[in-house]
């Protein structure tokens, strides 16, 4: 069955500090999405970052960088040097195909990162 | 070029009333996904339109229904509302075929 597991439901850390959002996922498919949301107190969710099963290549971009393992299933997510404007809860996600199409998102529960001056 | 557009931003409705929920797509989008978010919790998938049917459907009891218009544009309904159905409902276009969501900013609804 699919599933997304983000492990830490709240982090608290001090401006400039560096910080690591967890995810794990399952899936049973070979050709899958996996996403990285952010959701700030106005509900909106930005995406951040998009990535599919056959690219493991990590990505930067900016402060925010990625890490996909396909053989720990896992896709974590580092801000480096934290800002306030980073505090928000974070959704990891996945997505595989249904049919012929793209299928529904599988957000995991949420990190919520408070970023504090 | 216009995102996700949702209306209402909130609405508060009395147990067992009906309500109904409106998303435009970002253009260029023709598939539109609902999902109900709780408090606290990430989004649950509800279901997703294309070509003006219902082509997958999450967990979810026949009291939540919808529909989209030739336009792509579309309406999730809720009957009989439960108390528990007080959450935020994000509306997501894609293109089809495309793992490529734009999300609106949401619908916060209160049931009394």
């Known amino acids: 069955a699919q599933k997304v597991t983000q492990a830490q439901t709240e982090i608290s850390v001090v401006e400039k500090e560096d910080v690591t959002l967890d995810c794990v996922y399952e899936?049973?498919?070979?050709?899958?999405?996996l996403f990285w949301y952010k959701q700030p107190p106005s509900g909106e969710l930005v995406f951040l970052i998009r990535?599919?099963?056959?690219?493991?290549q990590n990505e930067i971009s900016g402060r925010y960088s990625w890490n996909f393992q396909k053989s720990t299933s896992s896709f974590n997510f580092t801000i480096t040097a934290s800002q306030v404007v980073d505090s928000a809860v974070y959704f990891c996600?996945?997505?595989?195909?249904?049919?012929?199409?793209?299928?529904?998102?599988?957000f995991g529960k949420g990190t919520k990162l408070s970023v504090k001056p | 070029d216009a995102g996700v557009t949702q209306s209402p931003t909130h609405l508060i409705k009395t147990r067992g009333q009906q309500v109904t929920l409106r998303c435009s797509p970002k253009s260029g989008h023709d598939t539109v996904s609902w999902y109900q978010q709780a408090l606290g919790q990430g989004p649950q998938f509800i279901f997703q339109?294309?070509?003006?049917?219902?082509?997958q459907r999450g967990n979810f009891p026949d009291r939540f229904s919808g529909h989209q218009f030739p336009n792509y544009s579309s309406e999730l309904n809720v009957n009989a509302l439960l108390l528990g159905d007080s959450a935020l409902y994000l509306c997501a276009s894609s293109p089809d075929r495309a793992a490529d969501y734009t999300f609106g900013s949401g619908t916060r609804l209160t049931v009394v």
């Open positions: 996600a996945l997505s595989e195909r249904y049919g012929g199409s793209q299928g529904n998102l599988i």
């Open positions: 990535r599919n099963s056959f690219d493991e």
């Open positions: 339109y294309y070509e003006e049917e219902e082509r």
């Open positions: 899936t049973r498919d070979t050709t899958y999405y």
